[in-house]
């Protein structure tokens, strides 16, 4: 059993994060009330103990606070404290800084508050169960039980089995600097997050900017906890549009194995045999 389970086991969240699961796969989560999940007492201490376990929690934000220095003395206090802070909920400024590249190159990180961390990671608690019932099976970056192993598997699986003979690798430009947050807040709510509440505190998250800077209007924070989950979340229409044009492409007549299907299409049709394996925002299509 995995840690990250257990921990959930432990604070009897496994169940919930099941049965949200389900509902998104039945597509019946709107009425769910998203908000009063979020600040369930088990979730935010699930989430506290997830954030204490992170190699980020010795790094502080603009608050100056570590993971020593944002400790649950009193948990009646501490767990007031959170569901008040998302009454009239507003983030903190982030710390920026520059993390070295293979290239040369260098990539921003923003590094939220500790408070601000444990609040992204009770939404992503809740919110990533709904998400990865409609996630496309081959995107692999960022998910439970997923590796770059998995990909790296499914491309050769392709090669071998799949008569697929070239990869063409694709790195979308300036992926996460460039996320329009209007059309991310819709593509949740068509996935499956309802709860106005929760999704305009999100919006208020990818707001976050540097201190002494304007608050963001596009792009989402490397750094943020919520981050992976929602860039998932825009790259899964792309995910699913790729595979309607060949694997999942509607023929005539059923087919008994996805073998005779594709030699059907390849000779009945003008579409390319394509397939995408996505992690993140690099993709092999």
């Given at each position: 059993?995995?840690?990250?389970?257990?921990?959930?086991?432990?604070?009897?969240?496994?169940?919930?994060?099941?049965?949200?699961?389900?509902?998104g796969l039945d597509n019946?989560?709107?009425?769910?009330?998203?908000?009063?999940?979020?600040?369930?007492?088990?979730?935010?201490?699930?989430?506290?103990?997830?954030?204490?376990?992170?190699?980020?929690?010795?790094?502080?934000?603009?608050?100056?606070?570590?993971?020593?220095?944002?400790?649950?003395?009193?948990?009646?206090?501490?767990?007031?404290?959170?569901?008040?802070?998302?009454?009239?909920?507003?983030?903190?400024?982030?710390?920026?800084?520059?993390?070295?590249?293979?290239?040369?190159?260098?990539?921003?990180?923003?590094?939220?508050?500790?408070?601000?961390?444990?609040?992204?990671?009770?939404?992503?608690?809740?919110?990533?169960?709904?998400?990865?019932?409609?996630?496309?099976?081959?995107?692999?970056?960022?998910?439970?039980?997923?590796?770059?192993?998995?990909?790296?598997?499914?491309?050769?699986?392709?090669?071998?089995?799949g008569q697929c003979h070239?990869?063409?690798?694709?790195?979308?430009?300036?992926?996460?600097?460039?996320?329009?947050?209007?059309?991310?807040?819709?593509?949740?709510?068509?996935?499956?997050?309802?709860?106005?509440?929760?999704?305009?505190?999100?919006?208020?998250?990818?707001?976050?900017?540097?201190?002494?800077?304007?608050?963001?209007?596009?792009?989402?924070?490397?750094?943020?906890?919520?981050?992976?989950?929602?860039?998932?979340?825009?790259?899964?229409?792309?995910?699913?549009?790729?595979?309607?044009?060949?694997?999942?492409?509607?023929?005539?007549?059923?087919?008994?194995?996805?073998?005779?299907?594709?030699?059907?299409?390849?000779?009945?049709?003008?579409?390319?045999?394509?397939?995408?394996?996505?992690?993140?925002?690099?993709?092999?299509?």
């Amino acid at each position: 059993m995995s840690t990250e389970l257990r921990y959930c086991e432990y604070y009897q969240m496994q169940e919930t994060f099941d049965w949200l699961y389900q509902r998104g796969l039945d597509n019946r989560t709107k009425g769910i009330n998203l908000y009063d999940l979020i600040v369930s007492e088990n979730n935010i201490l699930l989430a506290y103990r997830m954030i204490k376990r992170n190699t980020g929690a010795k790094t502080c934000g603009v608050d100056k606070q570590t993971i020593e220095d944002f400790k649950i003395v009193n948990r009646d206090a501490f767990i007031k404290e959170i569901r008040q802070a998302l009454e009239n909920y507003h983030p903190h400024d982030i710390v920026k800084i520059e993390i070295p590249k293979p290239n040369g190159k260098t990539r921003p990180l923003g590094i939220p508050t500790m408070r601000d961390r444990l609040i992204q990671q009770m939404f992503k608690q809740i919110l990533e169960p709904i998400c990865e019932a409609k996630f496309y099976k081959h995107s692999y970056g960022f998910r439970p039980n997923r590796s770059t192993e998995h990909a790296i598997a499914r491309c050769a699986t392709l090669a071998n089995a799949g008569q697929c003979h070239y990869v063409v690798d694709i790195d979308i430009k300036g992926f996460f600097d460039n996320v329009n947050h209007n059309k991310l807040l819709k593509q949740l709510y068509t996935i499956g997050v309802k709860d106005k509440r929760v999704l305009t505190i999100i919006s208020k998250m990818l707001k976050t900017s540097e201190r002494g800077f304007p608050a963001s209007t596009k792009g989402t924070t490397q750094g943020s906890i919520l981050s992976p989950l929602l860039s998932n979340v825009v790259l899964n229409d792309l995910d699913w549009w790729i595979t309607t044009q060949w694997e999942d492409f509607p023929t005539r007549h059923p087919y008994s194995t996805p073998g005779i299907r594709s030699r059907y299409l390849r000779k009945n049709s003008k579409l390319k045999l394509m397939h995408i394996v996505r992690y993140a925002d690099d993709c092999a299509p």
